[in-house]
């Protein structure tokens, strides 16, 4: 089953960066979407970043301009790369293909972003 393992969270100032990967295990990253998710307590995961298997990408508009979603197929890997970051924006940051059928697959344990001065 494929599993994915987020890595690269941590306490941040207000204005500061971080860099978010995710880990895909399997043989069918390079063919599949891929998107950024995060969660705060008591509230549904939102859908932040995609990136389609080709490089398109779309974002929400309140991480539009700050964030970068990338992937590196070789590796299995997408990556979050976050500046200027808000207190607004500390939640368990976690990825997994934005697709439904993908519902069923568990989520990974996510890695936690704290934006606090």
């Known amino acids: 089953q494929v599993q994915f393992v987020e890595s690269g969270g941590g306490l941040v100032q207000p204005g500061g960066s971080l860099r978010l990967s995710c880990t895909v295990s399997?043989?069918?990253?390079?063919?599949?979407?891929m998107g950024w998710y995060r969660q705060t307590p008591g509230n549904q995961r939102e859908l932040v970043a995609t990136?389609?298997?080709?490089?398109?990408?779309n974002y929400v508009d309140s991480v539009k301009g700050r964030f970068t979603i990338s992937r590196d197929n070789a590796k299995n890997t997408v990556y979050l790369q976050m500046n200027n970051l808000k207190p607004e924006d500390t939640a368990v940051y976690y990825c997994?293909?934005?697709?439904?059928?993908?519902?069923?697959?568990?989520w990974g344990q996510g890695t936690q972003v704290t934006v606090s001065s």
């Open positions: 399997g043989s069918v990253f390079r063919v599949i979407a």
């Open positions: 990136i389609t298997s080709s490089g398109s990408m």
């Open positions: 997994k293909p934005p697709v439904g059928a993908w519902d069923s697959t568990p």
